[in-house]
């Protein structure tokens, strides 16, 4: 009798999830099939859920974080091996959704789960890094030394204001800032309570959001008191409140990197705007091991889990709780055990 695997499949937008038996998977030449112990929930799942957002056809099987432990690897893969414990980036196609028994993605997407995380505690960081990742490179056009030891330091830029940064990406973003310019000037907006833990990942000085309509204040928090050089922008916060554009210093590059999620924020004259992805770190210099990079950042304790994690259920059952809990989150990152 042949094996099969389980997946959660969500049938069309705002459906109820359905749990379907399929052939058990076979990896292709550079990919591994990982037995999933643990999801990371984000607010795409949620989007895709409820809109279909992202989905491209349907039944589709959703998440985008996970870790496991290695079932099989494909023919060229010689860096993992079945039994090992790992994290991974998700999504893209249903044979690679988090949300399945055995889920099955290209190897550089993976990585080793340090010994020192729990499996709920790893699924809670691919995407978030590797989004900060790619907000910082793609989009501030600052290197990064930990994928690529000729980036960092070359960078001109001197002070960076980051909207929202209790979020998940907000949070990985303030740490991976820190390491690639260690003396840049990091103000950060989020709710009160956050500030201090932000603070601790390396933010200069934080914010209550609402200065986000009248930036005066982060301006005059700046090198001169002539404003940021950057915005990086991971919530699309500038939709609703454009007048934080206005933080930015005159005569600067005026560089506004945003993570895409739909709201579209359009940005003043003479402002350069960037939308970004976590996949587009994978295309430069380096980022093919962004992955591996993390892994060993975590080992060193140069990297910490960005916002608190919290497990809201064990199995597939749970899912759907927890994607309402994501709804309203603020600074922590919650996580299904199966």
Known sequence: ?????????????????????????????????????????????????????????????????????????????????????????????????????????????????????????????????????????????????????????????????????????????????????????????????????LVSLGASKCFERSIQDDPSTIKAATPGGSGVDAILDPVEAAAAQPAVFNALYDAGPKVYSFVVGGQNPRAPEGVKPTPVFARDIFNVKGGMDAMSALATLLQDGRYKLPVRMEVVGKGFESIEEGLEKVKGASGTKYVVRL
């Open 1 to 197: 009798m042949s094996k099969v695997s389980v997946q959660y499949q969500l049938p069309k937008a705002a459906a109820s999830f359905t749990s379907v038996s399929v052939p058990h998977p076979i990896p292709g030449p550079e990919e591994i099939c990982i037995r999933t112990k643990a999801i990371g929930l984000n607010p795409l799942d949620w989007k895709s859920h409820d809109y279909g957002v992202m989905v491209q056809s349907w039944p589709t099987v959703l998440g985008i974080d996970a870790a496991g432990v290695v079932d099989s690897v494909g023919s060229s893969v010689q860096t993992f091996h079945p039994g090992e414990e790992v994290f991974n980036l998700c999504g893209g196609s249903t044979r690679a959704g988090a949300y399945q028994e055995i889920v099955t993605v290209p190897s550089h997407q993976v990585a080793k789960k340090p010994a020192s995380l729990t499996f709920e505690e790893a699924a809670s960081l691919p995407v978030c890094y590797l989004t900060a990742a790619a907000a910082i490179h793609n989009g501030l056009d600052i290197g990064l030394p930990h994928i690529d030891a000729s980036g960092g330091e070359s960078s001109s830029l001197k002070s960076v204001l980051i909207l929202g940064g209790s979020s998940a990406v907000g949070a990985a973003a303030i740490q991976l800032l820190r390491l690639a310019l260690p003396a840049v000037t990091l103000l950060v907006t989020s709710s009160v309570q956050h500030h201090a833990q």
